[in-house]
């Protein structure tokens, strides 16, 4: 007797396998990567899948251990305006600032590019590059536990909404300096904006266009949904 059987499996185990997933409620038509954390893969359909240097993906997402030189590539080029999501858990302030992703190309102004750190006092800090100073706006703590936040980068300046609805914004000082290099995360190019966070990032996602107040806060809520059903984290 012939037939055909198929056997349904969880998973192959072969690493150079990018797995079958459902789709993710925090894609979009915007969408220019999506890392969930569980692996290196981008769930976008633009395949900017992480090049990991000396760092690994664990249980709780990217292990981020503050080593110079210790990264993930992501080969994103930023565009003029452009949004990330972001979950983070960084359990005490950094000896140095510490970066969670930047594209700064350069040691000292005129910076290029964008970042998200965390100074030496626990507290989120996002800058863009621009002439004749940098833009910078602290954006309230973010140590001692796990936390979502979105924040928007464009010409008009920086925009950062966090969980518990605080808002932070900065117009651009002088003339914006567009980034050189691609994003890195949990690191960057060179010092002083080279050393990454010492903790997870457990998702990061980046979207093209500057999002309003209301579409942040949908894109948190989905990222804390995505967290608790994806690692068993409960944030907030």
């Known amino acids: 007797m012939q037939g055909l059987r198929i056997t349904v499996t969880d998973g ?24 969930e954390m569980r692996s290196i ?3 976008s359909p633009n395949g900017n899948h992480l090049i990991l240097n000396e760092i690994i993906i664990d249980g709780l997402g990217l292990a981020c251990d503050g080593i110079v030189g210790h990264n993930a590539m992501t080969g994103i080029s930023e565009p ?9 858990n960084v359990p005490a302030a950094p000896q140095k ?11 000292a102004s005129p910076l290029s590019g964008c970042r998200l750190a965390i100074t030496t006092t626990g507290i989120l800090t996002a800058s863009i590059g621009s002439s004749p100073s940098v833009t910078i706006k602290d954006c309230g703590g973010a140590i001692g ?3 979502v936040f ?9 925009f950062c909404l966090r969980m518990n609805g605080d808002k932070y914004t900065a117009p651009v000082v002088g003339n914006r300096n567009y980034a050189r290099r691609p994003m890195i995360l949990g690191g960057g190019y060179v010092a002083p904006h080279d050393m990454g966070i010492n903790g997870h990032i457990g998702l990061f996602s980046v979207y093209e266009g500057a999002f309003s107040e209301s579409e942040m806060m ?6 804390k949904d995505a967290m608790k059903k994806g690692k068993g984290i409960n944030i907030g």
Do not use: C, H
């Open 12 to 35: 192959f185990n072969n690493p150079l396998l990018n797995p079958s997933e459902v789709g993710s409620p925090l894609l979009l038509d915007t969408s220019m990567a999506l890392y």
């Open 80 to 88: 003029s305006a452009f949004t990330i999501l972001v979950a983070i």
């Open 150 to 158: 979105a924040i928007s980068y464009s010409d008009a300046g920086i």
């Open 218 to 223: 949908t894109l948190i809520q989905k990222g």
């Open 145 to 147: 536990g796990w936390t």
């Open 41 to 43: 893969y981008d769930r």
């Open 97 to 107: 600032t510490a970066q969670i992703f930047s594209s700064l190309a350069e040691a």
